[in-house]
T-cell receptor, first 116, second 111 residues
Framework: GAVVSQHPSWVICKSGTSVKIECRSL??????MFWYRQFPKQSLMLMAT?????????EQGVEKDKFLINHASLTLSTLTVTSAHPEDSSFYIC????????????FGDGTRLSIL | GENVEQHPSTLSVQEGDSAVIKCTYS??????FPWYKQELGKGPQLIID?????GEKKDQRIAVTLNKTAKHFSLHITETQPEDSAVYFC??????????FGKGTTLSVSS
């Protein structure tokens, strides 16, 4: 089956640091990748849709200057949390699909971000 | 936009029993409905999906039914096993490509 790799799996850093999370589709090309945020015991909240070669589309309430998304190739999207603060601590998960519309999305194993 | 409601939020069953999780959606344009299983500290894993041109789909112990008229779809797990214990999410696609998730159901299977 389709494999999506996310790295790092866990990061702890000081307040004010910027953190980059990578999401790779290992065995297929993903024109679109998605970034979600998940708080403990809650559902996945879509943050943004990342399109290869173009600007990401952010959901309402998500600060595009805080969460920088780059989708430079068909197999790699990155999320950078800039000047992270404790309230940015969360579980961040990416997903990718082979195509758009009604095709399966496959998720990475997530990145647990803890800001001290 | 799309809104997905999921019930129940928790479900406890005995090993061997069946488990049913139900979801409703609001956007009649949605045409893809996946179900994901999430274990602690992991990303969601796709377990089954259904498209709007199909009413039912089965894969071994797992089945999903879809009622487009009622905007309702359900996950059925038969002969539950302790390893089925996890959080299950239903989802529906939006007019674009993103998925909107239900709030999740924590399934506990006791032996």
């Amino acid at each position: 089956g389709a494999v999506v790799s996310q790295h790092p799996s866990w990061v702890i850093c000081k307040s004010g640091t910027s953190v980059k999370i990578e999401c790779r589709s290992l065995d297929f090309q993903a024109t679109t990748m998605f970034w979600y945020r998940q708080f403990p015991k809650q559902s996945l909240m879509l943050m943004a849709t990342s399109n290869e070669g173009s600007k990401a589309t952010y959901e309402q309430g998500v600060e595009k200057d805080k969460f920088l998304i780059n989708h430079a190739s068909l197999t790699l999207s990155t999320l950078t949390v800039t000047s992270a603060h404790p309230e940015d601590s969360s579980f961040y998960i990416c997903s990718a699909g082979r195509d758009t519309g009604n095709q399966p999305q496959h998720f990475g194993d997530g990145t647990r971000l803890s800001i001290l | 936009g799309e809104n997905v409601e999921q019930h129940p939020s928790t479900l406890s069953v005995q090993e061997g029993d069946s488990a049913v999780i139900k979801c409703t959606y609001s956007d009649s344009a949605s045409n893809y409905f996946p179900w994901y299983k999430q274990e602690l500290g992991k990303g969601p894993q796709l377990i089954i999906d259904i498209r709007s041109n199909v009413g039912e789909k089965k894969d071994q112990r797992i089945a999903v039914t879809l009622n487009k008229t009622a905007k309702h779809f359900s996950l059925h797990i038969t002969e539950t096993q302790p390893e089925d214990s996890a959080v299950y999410f239903c989802a529906a696609n939006t007019a674009g490509t993103a998925l909107i998730f239900g709030k999740g159901t924590t399934l506990s299977v006791s032996s």
